[in-house]
């Protein structure tokens, strides 16, 4: 089992940045890929950015030029470095990642619990 832990959510004003991290932890798991997500109240969750251990990544429209998503896999961490924020951003953030257990090299999906950001003024 691997367990995923937000951190860098908060309230900050428009045109303000922030740093979101997902830190992964279990014992015999390989990356394959990490993403985040947000949903807003009212909206479904939709796919922000994602990468893949090898460092390939895509955003969603919304966010191109602003955000920049990048891990180390050394450390299993996730990042989201969000510049610009608009009110639009305002959402709950949920880490994701797809590994794979070494041992039996099946794929496991796996979310975090979710970090609040708040854009506004």
């Known amino acids: 089992q691997v367990h995923l832990v937000e951190s860098g959510g908060g309230l900050v004003q428009p045109g303000g940045s922030l740093r979101l991290s997902c830190a992964a932890s279990g014992s015999r798991f390989s990356i394959n890929a990490m993403g985040w997500y947000r949903q807003a109240p009212g909206k479904q969750r939709e796919l922000v950015a994602g990468?893949?251990?090898?460092?390939?990544?895509n955003y969603a429209d919304s966010v191109k030029g602003r955000f920049t998503i990048s891990i180390d896999n050394a450390k299993n961490t996730l990042y989201l470095q969000m510049n610009s924020l608009k009110p639009e951003d305002t959402a709950v953030y949920y880490c994701?990642?797809?590994?794979?257990?070494?041992?039996?090299?099946?794929?496991?999906?796996?979310w975090g619990q979710g970090t609040q950001v708040t854009v506004s003024s």
């Open positions: 994701n990642t797809v590994v794979v257990q070494t041992t039996t090299r099946y794929e496991y999906d796996y």
């Open positions: 990468i893949t251990s090898g460092g390939d990544t």
